[in-house]
Structures are given as C-alpha cells and as structure tokens.
Nanobody, 124 residues
C-alpha cells in the first residue's frame, strides 16, 4: 500500500506563494491518480486539483484555476501543488490522496489513501 506525506505548508501573506509536496512510499505514483484536497475548520473536505501520475491530465477547482498548478515528478515519487496569488480563503489543511489507476473525478470519498495534511495559513 502506498503511504503519503505532505510538506511545504506555512504562513504566508495574501498574494504570496507556497509550494506543497506530496511524497509517496511503498508504491510508485505511476500506478495512481493523485488529488489535492483542502479542509478548513468546520468545513467539508474540498477538491483542489488532480492529475494522473503520468501527468497526461490535470484539472482544477474553479476557485483555484489560474492560481494553482499541480505537477508530478515520477522519478522522485512526488506530486507538487504550486500555489500563487494566495488569498485568505485558501487557508486550510491541505491533503494529498491517491487512488489506483486513472481517475478523473473529484470526490473525497473515492480515495482511501491520504497523507497527514499540511497547514496553509494566508494572512490579510
């Protein structure tokens, strides 16, 4: 079973940037679809961005389109989320999730493997 670990979160001012990383162990990410979700206090887990691990396909939530970029590096077994033009509404714990095979949806319940999350806080 693949295990996931997120890193790169922190405190940033509005308009700033952060780059999150999700590194897998146990299995190569080439066997999985990878998705970034986020969850703010008191809110449901929200889809952010997704990719097939071959990087053939990427897609984004409307709220982050044009600001965030998901990418993968199969040699490093890592998926990234580059976040630019951050807004206070982006404040949340960010999670990566994995699902075997190709998956083109955005439902958190479809993913059984999750990282521990990394906190992103955007100040005004």
């Amino acid at each position: 079973q693949v295990q996931l670990r997120e890193s790169g979160g922190g405190l940033v001012q509005a308009g700033g940037s952060l780059r999150l990383s999700c590194t897998a162990s146990g299995r190569t990410l080439s066997d999985y679809s990878m998705v970034w979700f986020r969850q703010a206090p008191g809110k449901e887990r929200e889809f952010v961005a997704a990719t097939t691990t071959s990087s053939d396909f990427t897609w984004y939530a409307d709220s982050v389109k044009g600001r965030f970029t998901i990418s993968g590096d199969n040699a490093k077994n890592t998926v990234y989320l580059q976040m630019n033009s951050l807004k206070p509404e982006d404040t949340a714990v960010y999670y990566c999730a994995a699902r075997p095979g190709n998956y083109y949806g955005s439902r958190a319940g479809d993913f059984g493997t999750w990282g521990q999350g990394t906190q992103v806080t955007v100040s005004s």
